[in-house]
């Protein structure tokens, strides 16, 4: 087993192996001292797994309230959170229970915003079951949900007491949902992993666990040094300013990695046309995409993406920062005025007859 260490505010472990769903019980009992453990997941991840999760929890003598939301991002919305945390209290859980996030990013989002807020914090820990959440949101305690005007517009930094990764149920769900997660796998390549973004070229040797242990050490490093996203850890929002605001256009009918994805590859292009960023990086990257089978062109207008990014909550005042690749494996945070972002995003967009 490999274990990665987070060292914020609240210190826990991000374990890493195989077959540790069975194992869920003991690690549990280890970390909450009362008798509930409430599971929240959603309807895909319960089909495939449950039933193995609670086994491990009732062998502990655990009792198991179970809240299913219905499988993607439109269950992440207030309504949803209310009746989660409604269910909690009905549940009678105290602060000395637990709740299990047992699912990809929208579950834990959730989940972790409900126990950050119930009861003014509750412990919580994090089953990621997608490999997008495995390697980015299960760790660094991002937790919200989305409303109207924008996605994560409310929400609250709050640790989780441990990340438990088991790498059989990564590649268990769907191919397309494993495959919005390597966007964030490349994602970390660029930014911060050479190493890590040329290996993916191989595809045939995708070496899950290093690849895990890989992204969830950059993270873990990232999130000790700047918790709360006040500097370095916008580094991590590589694709997501232009990638949120697809999300949000197409009624989070394009998916979290997808979105991303694109993200990515218009704020690259943007950075090449500035002068940031090399040709060769913005080639890698697109040829990369292409070889995962993820998008990197968009429909929505310059006009459309910057008027929804400026609705995000990374925007400060009458500035926003950026993501700006400068090589593979080295990316610049750069601070632009509101009233530039069109200009910029449009700068990242291949129009009508243009190659990527």
């Given at each position: 087993?490999?274990?990665?260490?987070?060292?914020?505010?609240?210190?826990?472990?991000?374990?890493?192996?195989?077959?540790?769903?069975?194992?869920?019980?003991?690690?549990?009992?280890?970390?909450?001292?009362?008798?509930?453990?409430?599971?929240?997941?959603?309807?895909?991840?319960?089909?495939?797994?449950?039933?193995?999760?609670?086994?491990?929890?009732?062998?502990?003598?655990?009792?198991?309230?179970?809240?299913?939301?219905?499988?993607?991002?439109?269950?992440?919305?207030?309504?949803?959170?209310?009746?989660?945390?409604?269910?909690?209290?009905?549940?009678?859980?105290s602060h000395s229970d637990i709740v299990l996030a047992f699912g990809g990013g929208v579950v834990?989002?959730?989940?972790?915003?409900?126990?950050?807020?119930?009861?003014?914090?509750?412990?919580?820990?994090?089953?990621?079951?997608?490999?997008?959440?495995?390697?980015?949101?299960?760790?660094?305690?991002?937790?919200?949900?989305?409303?109207?005007?924008?996605?994560?517009?409310?929400?609250?930094?709050?640790?989780?007491?441990?990340?438990?990764?088991?790498?059989?149920?990564?590649?268990?769900?769907?191919?397309?949902?494993?495959?919005?997660?390597?966007?964030?796998?490349?994602?970390?390549?660029?930014?911060?992993?050479?190493?890590?973004?040329?290996?993916?070229?191989?595809?045939?040797?995708?070496?899950?666990?290093?690849?895990?242990?890989?992204?969830?050490?950059?993270?873990?490093?990232?999130?000790?040094?700047?918790?709360?996203?006040?500097?370095?850890?916008?580094?991590?929002?590589?694709?997501?300013?232009?990638?949120?605001?697809?999300?949000?256009?197409?009624?989070?009918?394009?998916?979290?990695?997808?979105?991303?994805?694109?993200?990515?590859?218009?704020?690259?292009?943007?950075?090449?046309?500035?002068?940031?960023?090399?040709?060769?990086?913005?080639?890698?990257?697109?040829?990369?995409?292409?070889r995962y089978g993820l998008p990197y062109t968009t429909r929505f207008s310059a006009q459309e993406?910057?008027?929804?990014?400026?609705?995000?909550?990374?925007?400060?005042?009458?500035?926003?920062?950026l993501v700006f690749p400068e090589a593979i494996g080295c990316s610049v945070l750069r601070k632009?005025?509101?009233?530039?972002?069109?200009?910029?995003?449009?700068?990242?967009?291949?129009?009508?007859?243009?190659?990527?």
């Amino acid at each position: 087993m490999r274990t990665v260490a987070v060292k914020a505010s609240s210190e826990y472990d991000v374990f890493i192996d195989a077959g540790l769903l069975e194992r869920v019980g003991s690690y549990v009992s280890g970390i909450a001292e009362g008798e509930i453990a409430a599971v929240v997941t959603d309807d895909v991840v319960s089909e495939l797994y449950l039933e193995k999760l609670l086994k491990s929890l009732h062998k502990k003598g655990f009792e198991t309230p179970v809240f299913k939301v219905k499988s993607g991002e439109a269950s992440k919305n207030a309504y949803t959170y209310v009746s989660l945390v409604e269910f909690l209290a009905e549940s009678k859980l105290s602060h000395s229970d637990i709740v299990l996030a047992f699912g990809g990013g929208v579950v834990g989002d959730l989940a972790g915003f409900a126990s950050a807020t119930y009861l003014r914090g509750i412990p919580y820990i994090q089953i990621p079951t997608t490999l997008l959440a495995a390697v980015d949101s299960s760790i660094g305690g991002k937790t919200g949900v989305d409303i109207e005007s924008g996605k994560n517009l409310v929400g609250t930094f709050y640790q989780p007491s441990a990340v438990i990764c088991d790498l059989d149920l990564l590649e268990g769900l769907p191919p397309s949902i494993f495959t919005d997660g390597c966007a964030e796998v490349i994602k970390y390549g660029v930014i911060a992993d050479s190493e890590l973004f040329y290996s993916l070229k191989e595809r045939p040797q995708f070496n899950l666990e290093e690849i895990v242990v890989k992204c969830a050490t950059i993270k873990a490093e990232v999130v000790c040094e700047d918790e709360f996203e006040t500097g370095r850890r916008k580094i991590l929002n590589f694709g997501h300013t232009v990638g949120h605001a697809i999300e949000y256009l197409s009624n989070y009918n394009i998916s979290h990695g997808r979105a991303v994805a694109i993200g990515m590859a218009i704020e690259a292009r943007a950075a090449m046309k500035m002068g940031v960023c090399s040709d060769e990086c913005y080639n890698e990257l697109i040829d990369l995409l292409h070889r995962y089978g993820l998008p990197y062109t968009t429909r929505f207008s310059a006009q459309e993406l910057s008027e929804a990014a400026l609705s995000d909550k990374k925007r400060r005042g009458d500035k926003i920062t950026l993501v700006f690749p400068e090589a593979i494996g080295c990316s610049v945070l750069r601070k632009a005025d509101v009233v530039d972002l069109e200009e910029i995003i449009d700068l990242g967009i291949v129009k009508s007859g243009e190659n990527a």
